[in-house]
């Protein structure tokens, strides 16, 4: 995102902390300035709003692991809240990216749209309830005058991304991942989710929400696109509940000799079964939004892997 603002020759202000590294893509770019901010510490966070007019709050920590759950919440709910209260103090526009974990679950054969809402269940996993208590903070903003708009991205991909974040995915299908579950989700560009923030930011529309999502892809195709991008044999075996059942407490046992995360967690595994489809109807009508064709984002994430 600050690749294309500067891109069209915007000058930004990009916080980060004391043991951040700066993305190679953005080392040397004169029209960046790094402050030393954190979400979690309002001091510093105001010095960094002097004399801005728009600020996009992306910072989130995304763990499925239960013992991540204070961070989560601290970062993610809290941190959102200094944001938002800030914003509203030095009258700011904000543009802040929730994830299409706080948009609740549709009824079977519908899809996901923006008027859905979160719902209570006590199976939801920390993080879908840390986005959804985050984008509660900016719709109270919003009520008490916030200019304000909220995109729910997808699962995000993205060449530069390497082995981290979703990165991981493409990684475990290259390293010769044999099964797939039975779910299905949302995926996007993250080029995309980019361009379609700063439309948004630059115009008028406030108080709304929009899901952004190229497409919805069974983790069987997805996985198999994937290994069609190395060129090597995709998984073919369906994993039943049951065996991640094993796998995620094999996992756990293992994490305590080694002191590590570990590989896969209860949350997690629960959320490979689950089947969501979300609509992308809204950001296609109000901005005439194409998406990036989700083969050709794979295809480029493989091919920079390679």
Known sequence: MVKQLTDKNLAVRAIKRNGSTIPA?????????????????????????????????????VSFNPKDKPQLFKINIEGTANIVNLCLENN???????????????KEGQLITEKHFWEYDPKAHNYAISKYEGEMEVWRGIAEGLDAVIVNPAVIIGK?????????????????????TDGATGIVDVEDVAKAMILLMDS?????????????????????????????KAP?????????????????????FTGKAPDLTKDAARSSF??????????????????????QSIADVCNALK
């Not at 700011?92 to 549709?106: F, N």
């Not at 489809?277 to 901005?287: G, M, R, V």
């Open 274 to 295: 689950n089947l969501s489809y979300y609509s992308n109807q809204k950001i296609k009508d109000t901005l005439n939004f194409e998406f990036k064709p989700l083969y």
């Open 204 to 232: 008028e529309i406030t108080a709304e929400r929009f899901t952004l999502s190229a497409d919805n892809l069974h983790y069987k195709d997805f996985f198999a696109q994937i290994a069609q991008g190395f060129d090597i």
């Open 25 to 61: 893509l953005l080392k040397n770019n004169p029209l960046v300035t790094w402050y030393l901010a954190d979400v979690n510490e309002t001091e510093s966070l105001a010095d960094a709003f002097e004399g801005i007019t728009q600020v996009y709050h992306c910072a989130a920590t």
């Open 236 to 256: 073919s075996i369906a994993a039943k509940p049951w065996m991640l059942g094993i796998a995620w407490r094999a996992a756990k046992l293992a994490s305590v």
């Open 92 to 106: 700011v526009r904000l543009l802040h990216v929730s994830s299409i974990a706080a948009l609740g679950i549709a």
């Open 160 to 180: 530069n991304a390497g082995y981290n974040g979703s990165g991981a995915i493409f990684k475990l299908v290259k390293d010769g991942l044999r099964f797939y």
